[in-house]
């Protein structure tokens, strides 16, 4: 009996300490990452609008980046995922918010339910896309106001940035890929290293 309990306590400690050891260069990379896409496309839009309504900077943007800078090999965080998650979910969202605009709860939860399924049904399951469909009925008035040009305008001009620093970032080291496909890491590899 006390054999086996050694065996699992030191089962344990080495779980327990597998899982939090600290990485420095993973979190340098997705620092950097991080940063550098949510601070790109502040900048790109700074002169445009306030500081309080800055519309190209949604708040799933924040989500997708932990997915594509922290967690690089998830298949939720691949390329076809993030990109087709939120232009799904943000046509959705507009679509939902113009056939019930006056009861943002149920356009609400109505968007983020289609979202999903729609996601689903086209292999592009992306949580944060979920927030995209949510924002386009929840939105500012200036948000509400874009209508079919929020999927083009924030969302696909902003996730196409965040893929394009995920991809640059990602690929820098040796200990990271991005994406997960290797056909896709091989064309990558050829053309920019």
């Known amino acids: ?24 260069k993973d979190h340098f990379w997705t620092f950097l990452g991080s940063f550098a896409g949510i601070a790109l496309i502040g900048l790109l839009n700074k002169e445009n609008f306030s500081h309080t309504d800055n519309l190209f900077l949604i708040g799933s943007f924040g989500a997708s980046s932990v997915l594509i800078y922290g967690i690089v090999n998830s298949p939720l965080a691949q390329p076809r995922n993030l990109v087709g998650g939120h ?14 605009p006056n009861e943002v709860w149920l356009s609400s939860a109505f968007a983020v339910s289609l979202s999903i399924v729609a996601m689903q049904m086209t292999k592009t399951l992306h949580p944060p896309g979920g927030a995209t469909a949510l924002i386009a009925n929840i939105g500012s008035e200036k948000v509400t106001s874009l209508g079919y040009l929020y999927v083009l305008s924030p969302v696909l001009s902003g996730v196409l940035i965040l893929l394009l620093v995920a991809l640059v970032v990602n690929n820098m080291t040796s200990h990271r890929t991005y994406p997960k496909n290797k056909l896709w890491y091989k064309i990558w590899k050829r053309k920019y290293r």
């Open 87 to 100: 232009v799904i979910c943000a046509f959705v969202g507009v679509t939902v918010h113009y056939i019930i």
């Open 1 to 24: 009996m006390r054999k086996r309990f050694r065996k699992h306590a030191r089962m344990a400690r080495y779980v327990i300490y597998k899982e939090t050891l600290i990485d420095f």
